[in-house]
Structures are given as structure tokens and as C-alpha cells.
């Protein structure tokens, strides 16, 4: 029985550090993505910067999802000082953030999602427009991307840049300069680094056409889609609809919209207007015709789409999968919107939601332990009753049916870390990961 445990126990050592040695040599893909909204960025009193409920164990869960990075949107004006200078010492939460996905395997994008001069929100709400036109601003904010980039000159190819998230120039040619600018000033530091440029107005697919790429090998596009508004923003405050709105359902039409909005509210379509996959299709087609015209090969990342919490379920894994669909097909990496906020993957119980089915298919991945004692088949058809939804429920089980498991389930499941037992009669325990079907 001794040589049996070291023989075991070896075995998964082995396991275990494969994993760390494919890391060395892993190429990172940014296909996959979950933004992590409301940590370094848009915070409120009840979610301030850097707040601990966000940490290591989130991204873990993010990594078994099956996600392959994560897109950091960071309030870059709360990383400077007094003066208007990056303070390395306010950058901790973002080289935890790197340290956290590098462990897991994952890419990060460290998202400008604010900087000086530039708020993507109206002006009632703070919106700012200045830094396209403004010379004087367009310089500090300049140095503010040359000292940030050279703070991350060492990271590997795990980390990438987004210039501005969601720009809102009054022109679409007030873009092109001002990202052009940016960009020379993190080539300073980080020559071969992928950068994320994008189009104005919130990186409208529409407004793809009027941007002009540098003559730069490893510069790439990223663009957001929430359309249509009056669906995946149904009953959104922020996006002018009263909780009141009728449910849109997709594909679906529009509804009437009389007595549901606020003041000054976007425009939603007319009424009765009809909301399909064909207009997603369509709306994609543009974008890549664009591409193969103007830069055949050039990367393109959908770094924002989502689905607000009212949206039925089904609505959500119609919208969502036409998306991802229209992605893949492609080749285009996303990031859908969010990890724990309105439009959330994960439920504040860790569970798994609609918006993570949509995106990846599956309800959700889970880690359980089981220890090497044997028990009855009673025992194991009771456990499997209990949760008759996992593929394999919390159960205590011998070598021999810890090999099956592995032998026939291979596939669907995977052993995540391992600890001696107490009893040196037992196996080791093991934590295995499990699929929620």
C-alpha cells in the first residue's frame, strides 16, 4: 500500500508541474476575454479602487472557465500624483493583477480606461472632451503613457495596452492624431508591444472606416458592441430607460418606448423596428471588409460586448452566441462585459451565469476534493442524486476509481492541485475540476 501512495503521489507531482513547464513556452492568444469592471475604474463608495473583493481567487475561477485573458480597465487619473505624474506606488493593484493572470496562464490587457481630459460620459455626468483638441493636454497626457508603459517595459507578451477605451472626439479625425501620439510615446519604451487602437464614439463599428492605422507591425483594432441599445441596455437607468420598459427579447422588435425613458435619451430605433442576427452578421461583414481592404491580417478585438441582468435567458444566449459566432469565425478575440457587475459571468454566490453559458457554453466549472477512502455504491448513488447536475459530485473516492475517472473523463475534467493525507493509510487528497452541465 506505501509503494502504491509514493507511486500516486509521484504521478501527480509530475501532473502537477506540467502545467508550470508548458507556461514557460505558452503563446498567449487574447481570444477569450472578461472585463473587470468596477476595481480600477467607475468605482463608487461601496466599490472603491482597489477594494479586496477582488483578488487570486477570481482570476483562478476565471482561468477554469475556460477564458484565456482579461481586459483591466484602469481609471488611469487615480494613478497619478498631485502633480500629474504616474505614482508607482498607486500601480500595486495592477502588478497583483499581472502577477495573479501570469500564475493561471492568462494574458491582461491594461485598459486606459480613463486619462486626463478624457470621459466618455455625457457632460451632466462628467464627460470630458478635451484632450483631442487641447495641444497642452494632449502632451501631459502624452508623458502620462510614456511613464506608465515604461513602468511595464519588462512584462512578456502576456501584457498589452489599450490606449483610451470608448473615445468621444467631437470628429472622428480627432482621433487618429491623438492615439498616434500616444503610441510613439510607449514605443519610447516597449517597441514591439501589441497596442490596442480604436474608432470613435465608444468604438462604434461604425465608425471603423475613419481610422487611420500607423505604419506599425504591432498595433491592433478593438471595438465594442451593445447593439442593439434598447435591447442588451433594456431598463439600463444610465442608457435612458425606465424600469418599466416592457421586456425586448432577441431576436425580437422594438417596443413602444413612450413613458419608459428619461430625458435626453439615445435613440432606440422606431417602434416595431425589428432586431435580428442578420443585422450582427451585417454589422461584422463591414468591419472585416474594412480590413481585408485596408490591412489584410490586422487583429481585431471585440474588447466589449454585453448583456444588462433584466434580459430573459434565452435572449441573452441568442445575442451572445450571434456575437461570439460572428467573433470566431474570424478569428477576432472578445472580452465580454462583466465579471461581477451588471452585465456579470459570475453570481456574487460564485456560481455561474447565463452571460458565462452564452459565452463559453457551459453553466460554470467547479473544484471539489475527494480523499482516497473507498465507499459504498449506496454512498455513491446517493451523492450523485444530491447534485445530479455536475458530471461528478463530491464524493470520496479509492485509486482505482480515481484512474477510471481520469481514463474515461479525461476530457471533462482535470486535477488542480494535491495534498498528503493525514493517514498515511489513505491516498493523497486530491481537488479535481468538475463541469457544470
Not at 24 to 49: C, D, M
Not at 83 to 112: F, N, Y
Not at 147 to 165: C, H, S, T, V, Y
Not at 412 to 418: E, M
Request: proline share 6%; with cysteine.
Amino acid at each position: 500500500m506505501n509503494n502504491l501512495i509514493r507511486h500516486f503521489r509521484h504521478a501527480f507531482g509530475v501532473a502537477l508541474f506540467l502545467p508550470l513547464i508548458a507556461a514557460a513556452a505558452q503563446s498567449y492568444t487574447f481570444k477569450r476575454g472578461i472585463n473587470i469592471s468596477h476595481w480600477l475604474s467607475q468605482n463608487v463608495e461601496a466599490l472603491p479602487f482597489a477594494a479586496p473583493w477582488f483578488d487570486e481567487e477570481d482570476v483562478q475561477w476565471i482561468a477554469r472557465q475556460g477564458f484565456d485573458h482579461i481586459r483591466l480597465p484602469v481609471d488611469f487619473r487615480l494613478c497619478l500624483d498631485e502633480e500629474g505624474k504616474v505614482d508607482p506606488s498607486k500601480l500595486k493593484p495592477i502588478w497583483q493583477a499581472i502577477g495573479w493572470a501570469k500564475a493561471e496562464g492568462l494574458g491582461l490587457v491594461l485598459d486606459a480606461h480613463f486619462l486626463p481630459g478624457a470621459d466618455f460620459n455625457n457632460e451632466a455626468e462628467g464627460g470630458d472632451r478635451r484632450v483631442y483638441t487641447d495641444p497642452a493636454l494632449i502632451e501631459h497626457v502624452a508623458t502620462v503613457w510614456r511613464d506608465m508603459a515604461a513602468q511595464f517595459k519588462d512584462e512578456g507578451p502576456w501584457l498589452r495596452f489599450e490606449i483610451l477605451n470608448e473615445p468621444v472626439a467631437d470628429e472622428n479625425a480627432h482621433l487618429n492624431p491623438f492615439q498616434h501620439r500616444m503610441l510613439a510615446e510607449i514605443r519610447k519604451s516597449n517597441p514591439t508591444r501589441i497596442v490596442y487602437l480604436t474608432s470613435n464614439k465608444w468604438g462604434q463599428f461604425a465608425n471603423v472606416p475613419d481610422v487611420v492605422l500607423p505604419d506599425d507591425p504591432n498595433v491592433a483594432l478593438t471595438i465594442h458592441n451593445y447593439e442593439p441599445i434598447i435591447f442588451t441596455h433594456q431598463r439600463a437607468s444610465w442608457a435612458g430607460l425606465k424600469d418599466t420598459l416592457p421586456p425586448v427579447t432577441f431576436p425580437g422588435e422594438v417596443p413602444d418606448v413612450t413613458g419608459h425613458t428619461f430625458p435626453n435619451h439615445p435613440p432606440y430605433g422606431k417602434t416595431g423596428d425589428k432586431l435580428t442576427v442578420e443585422q450582427i452578421q451585417e454589422s461584422f461583414a463591414k468591419v472585416d471588409a474594412w480590413v481585408q481592404k485596408t490591412r489584410p491580417g490586422l487583429e481585431v478585438y471585440v474588447g466589449e460586448f454585453g448583456v444588462y441582468r433584466p434580459v430573459d435567458r434565452q435572449s441573452k444566449l441568442n445575442w451572445l452566441g450571434a456575437i461570439v459566432s460572428e467573433c470566431e469565425k474570424r478569428g477576432w478575440g472578445w472580452a465580454v462585459w462583466d465579471y461581477q457587475g451588471g452585465f456579470a459571468v459570475r453570481n456574487q454566490d460564485g456560481t455561474g451565469t447565463a452571460v458565462l453559458e452564452g459565452v463559453l457554453g457551459h453553466k460554470g466549472k467547479e473544484v471539489i476534493r475527494a480523499s482516497g477512502l473507498r465507499i459504498t455504491e449506496a454512498q455513491r448513488a446517493q451523492s450523485r442524486a444530491a447534485n445530479p447536475a455536475s458530471l461528478w459530485t463530491l464524493c470520496l473516492l479509492c485509486y482505482s476509481d480515481l484512474r477510471r475517472l481520469f481514463a474515461r473523463r479525461f476530457d471533462r475534467c482535470a486535477l488542480v492541485d494535491h495534498e498528503t493525507s493525514v493517514d498515511a493509510d489513505e491516498l493523497d487528497v486530491v481537488r479535481i475540476e468538475l463541469l457544470t452541465q
